[in-house]
């Protein structure tokens, strides 16, 4: 885990570096005494964790985040103890009191390391789950040939007796499908049945009016048996948002 420490006083520096220098896992990237200098260095490099000291001419260690698009973890270390509150209103990781003891700050350190690990794994797992949805293709057999088709391009599918047709952003395709087989098909995160006749991707609704939802300039739509559900699904959409 890197970091920086911002201190006007050489002396608080030279002790959180000696702590520091104890812990494995901890990577010093650069230490300042001027804040703005730490502002310009910030901008242009990726860090970790932050010791930002909370008295400093120029600029107050507690105004400091607010000059950064994107903060990184924030360790305060201070001789005031009066400034926790603000701090922690400003979701630092924690707020060390100057002379600061080894197993205080090893502490503090730990916690900013989980903190961290957490949110590495959520990056990744939104990584890993949108990889999946856009790499998803199914295979759709066409008479005596098999389409393989993305389902993020898929619009919309529509039945008409014994068979059903998929419209995509390239093309259609008519398949020998029941439209219950289709659903079972389909990830239904992403794909909602609105009519006897037709399936939607969630994806591609343009405008949801009270009996039809608009899908590439076609009206689709819905009947009084799927009602009530599409319009639960979309309400429920529409709060969490």
């Known amino acids: 885990m890197n970091y920086i420490i911002i201190d ?24 300042f005494r001027d804040p703005l200098e730490a502002i310009e260095y910030l901008q242009n490099n990726t860090v970790d964790l932050l010791f930002l000291d909370i008295n400093m001419p120029k600029l107050s260690g507690i105004s400091f985040p ?8 924030i360790i305060f270390t201070t001789a005031y103890s009066e400034y926790a509150l603000e701090s922690y209103e400003l979701k630092a990781v924690d707020y060390l009191l100057k002379p ?20 590495k794994d959520v990056i990744n797992k939104s990584i890993e789950t949108g990889q999946e949805i856009t790499e998803q293709t199914v295979f759709i057999k066409s008479g005596s040939e098999f389409h393989q088709v993305s389902i993020l391009d898929i619009k919309y599918v529509e039945s008409d007796g014994n068979y059903v047709t998929f419209y995509t952003f ?8 029941k439209l219950s087989e289709v659903i079972e098909l389909l990830p239904n995160k ?8 037709y399936i ?28 009530e559900n599409f319009f639960t699904f979309i309400n429920g959409i529409s709060k969490s948002n």
């Not at 390239?170 to 499908?177: E, M, P, T, V």
């Open 100 to 119: 600061i003891a080894f197993d205080r700050l090893l502490t503090a350190v730990i916690k900013a390391k989980e903190i961290l690990s957490k949110n």
């Open 8 to 31: 006007d006083e050489p002396d608080a520096i030279d002790v959180l570096k000696f702590h520091l220098n104890k812990i494995p896992f901890m990577e010093l990237n650069a230490t």
């Open 66 to 73: 607010k000059f950064l698009a994107k903060p990184p973890l």
């Open 170 to 177: 390239k093309r259609s395709i008519l398949a020998r499908y």
């Open 200 to 227: 939607v991707a969630l994806k591609h609704i343009e405008t949801i009016k009270k009996h039809c939802v608009l899908i590439d300039g076609v009206e689709i739509p819905i009947s009084s048996n799927y009602r």
């Open 190 to 197: 992403l794909f909602i049945r609105i009519h006897r006749s």
